[in-house]
């Protein structure tokens, strides 16, 4: 999935809003981010082949230490561990752990037989709803637009920059996956990688801003001994 992934950061903030969308957007793509680092190292493989599913042309043939569910288990583990450790909060370490778990699932979904269990275990599984591009626009939009809705609704623009630095990146991610829904096969693994590294750093960039920008009406309303600020 591709928008999908962003929208559990978005979802998950509403129910846990003392933790940054950075951490949460890391959370929800961490398995992408391993990946796209893991392509670059030479450490997992990808080939470009047109027609393999209707919208990714990508043959995703060698991700096991990114995206098997094993080690997808491992690192929500080690996420949520570490910010257990720092933060002595179990429900927002439990929320990061199944936002880091949701990518498996997702990709799952939406993957044709391609998400491995476990590293060396030759065994794939995946839903292929990226075989249809009605199906898949219908499923992961949905998805898409209710989290907006559930960001936009639990927090507020500090001003002019924090209302257009959330809805003009929103837009260029919802045409940016309207068009990559066709599925044309990218122009060489060059490209691929080098997508990957900006397209997830420079949304990580803008959560992190984004946490800045706009206030959550959750925290700024709450007043007494249960005021308390957000994870930093
Ligand atoms: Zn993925």
Known sequence: ???GHYAVGFAA???QPRLSLLTLLTAAMLADILYSIFLIAGI???AI???ITRVNALDLYDFPISHSLLT???WAALFAGIFFLRSRSARAAWI???AVLSHWLLDFISHRPDMPLAPGVHKYFGLGLWNSIPATAIVEGAMWFAAIILYARATRAKGRAGFYGWWIPIGLLTLLWATSLNGAPPPGLGIVKIVNV???SLSLAWTYWMDRARVDNVLESATGPQAR???R
């Open 229 to 231: 600020g957000a994870f």
């Open 198 to 200: 900006v397209l997830i």
């Open 44 to 46: 997992e493989h990808v």
């Open 96 to 98: 990061i752990a199944a």
């Open 1 to 3: 999935m591709f928008v």
């Open 49 to 51: 082949s047109p027609g």
């Open 13 to 15: 903030k509403r129910i």
């Open 72 to 74: 997808d288990v491992i």
